[in-house]
């Protein structure tokens, strides 16, 4: 697998369906959920079907073979 690509989020919590608009991996929510509810995204190498998944630190999102790693911005 290829080494995660780091997005910062400000703060912790975030949303899955927040965090796949950050990535800039889809344009809006309506195209997160339907990616989502699809099967179309991995957390921590498992599938996830709940947009309102909560991601912290360290979480690993696959989506379409892109991996991303959630990491939180330093104030």
């Known amino acids: 697998m290829s080494i995660a690509t ?3 989020i400000k ?3 975030i ?3 927040q965090f796949l608009k950050l990535a800039n991996v889809v344009q809006d929510g309506i195209e997160a959920k339907i990616r989502i509810t699809e099967g ?3 957390v921590n190498g498992a599938i996830e079907l709940r947009r309102g998944r909560k991601l912290v630190s360290n979480d690993l999102v696959l989506i379409d073979n892109m991996l991303f790693q959630v990491t939180r911005k330093d104030s």
Do not use: H
């Open 11 to 13: 703060k912790e919590p």
């Open 6 to 8: 780091a997005v910062e």
């Open 15 to 17: 949303r899955l369906s």
């Open 40 to 42: 179309d995204v991995y």
